[in-house]
């Protein structure tokens, strides 16, 4: 059955597994680990190319170019985007990189959003920009008329996140990728804190979406990935080439074994994240020690009629400013029981993350100052655990940097 209609719980669970069995005649219920790192052929022809291989047939020759526990990951993938063509990436970084390469050219230009990932911001300037002669402009792509204004001929790619790390600002896809397509480049987004599940940019007009594995779509911190999915057939090929031979940045068999394992359950879990983030969200926003709450489900965020548009959920990840100073911080910190200090997100436990000193400290405090990444900021990935524990967690910690003059709302536990 054709994935584009079935609905995305169906192919969370079953697509792409199904007659990937060991063996001839037989049908695991899973698909197994396929760990062999090459494979016997029938015979050779003259002429012989490995382009001949067709993995979707059963016919694989050298694990770097195919194997079928990965060949399953990829075909689930390109279900839940809602694309043609997956790519499973040993990184979300990777996922990322692989898929400018497949883009640009020196001389080629970029437009991205100025509130990205710090790795991602790193890597454009670096690499791409220091390295290879690529120019990029980071601009405010909430304001679309500034995505607009930073369009030049050579611009050959537009690069998103939607909503970003950490201040979880979103951009309007289906608006960019007008503005994207009237100048002839690509959109490409990364969709990691929506998942597939709350957000399909392919469907709103992106020509690329990559996600980090690591995150939602495994979704339980034992396994580092990306994915790449695409509807184009010539970047698709491009990309496959880079995967397979040019950088040879493919997941592994067991790691897309857990990727797997943890989709068939992505449905369960973002209800659940989403559930507890907007709990959090709410009572945080009324707190006197919270100066500020950035999470696109509340009425009060800028961007809530646009979530509401272009997304089916909320997600999972919120940031929150304090109202202390480094040390009230620190404190805060400290006093969580249940949100270790970590960075990455998405796993099923929380986790609490400072982006001035961890994710975000690549860039200069020039750099976070302009952006709006204070000393106070946390962000914080919300998990599946008990609402009522995740709340009295935080009451508790934010006692001790409230004014005791002051006085705080009790959580509803």
């Not at 899973?30 to 052929?41: A, G, K, N, Q």
């Not at 696109?296 to 909320?314: I, N, Y």
């Amino acid at each position: 059955m054709d994935p584009h209609n079935r609905s995305i719980e169906t192919d969370a669970v079953t697509y792409g597994e199904r007659g990937r069995g060991p063996a001839p005649g037989v049908e695991d219920v899973v698909v197994p680990v396929h760990l062999s790192s090459t494979y016997s052929i029938p015979e050779i022809e003259r002429g012989m190319s490995l382009e001949a291989v067709d993995a979707d047939q059963g016919e694989y020759l050298y694990s770097r170019l195919s194997n079928p526990t990965r060949n399953a990951l990829e075909h689930r993938l390109t279900a839940l985007a809602g694309g043609e063509h997956a790519f499973a990436m040993v990184s979300g970084t990777a996922a990322i990189a692989t898929t400018m390469m497949g883009i640009l050219s020196p001389g080629d230009h970029v437009v991205a959003f100025e509130d990205l990932y710090g790795g991602t911001r790193s890597m454009l300037k670096r690499l791409f920009a220091d390295r290879l002669g690529v120019e990029v402009d980071f601009v405010d792509a909430t304001d679309t008329a500034a995505v607009e204004a930073a369009m030049r001929p050579e611009t050959e790619l537009v690069w998103m996140e939607t909503p970003t790390n950490p201040l979880i600002h979103l951009c309007d896809i289906a608006a960019i990728a007008e503005i994207a397509h009237a100048h002839d480049a690509a959109l490409g987004v990364d969709n990691t804190f929506s998942s597939p599940y709350f957000q399909r940019p392919l469907a709103l007009g992106a020509d690329v979406v990559i996600h980090s594995t690591t995150k939602y779509l495994n979704g339980h911190s034992d396994s580092i990935g990306g994915a790449i999915v695409t509807d184009d057939d010539a970047l698709a090929e491009e990309i496959g080439f880079l995967q397979q031979v040019g950088l040879g940045a493919m997941l592994s068999p067991f790691d897309s074994y857990l990727t797997l394992r943890g989709i068939k359950t992505l449905p369960l879990r973002m209800e659940r994240h989403e559930k507890n983030a907007l709990a959090i969200a709410q009572f945080l926003e009324d707190h006197p020690a919270v100066s500020a709450v950035h999470y696109p489900g509340l009425e009060s965020h800028p961007q809530h009629e646009l979530a509401r548009k272009q997304m089916s959920g909320f997600g999972g990840v919120l940031s929150v400013e304090l109202a202390t100073d480094f040390e009230g911080v620190l404190a805060f910190i400290d006093a969580l029981e249940h949100f270790p200090l970590a960075v990455s997100l998405g796993g099923v436990e929380s986790l609490v993350e400072h982006p001035a000193t961890m994710t975000h400290s690549p860039l200069t405090q020039a750099e976070r100052d302009a952006l709006g990444i204070s000393d106070s900021l946390l962000r914080i990935s919300v998990g599946i655990e008990a609402t009522d524990d995740l709340l009295a967690d935080l009451d508790g910690a934010l006692s001790t940097i409230v004014d005791p003059d002051s006085p705080a709302p009790t959580a509803d536990v």
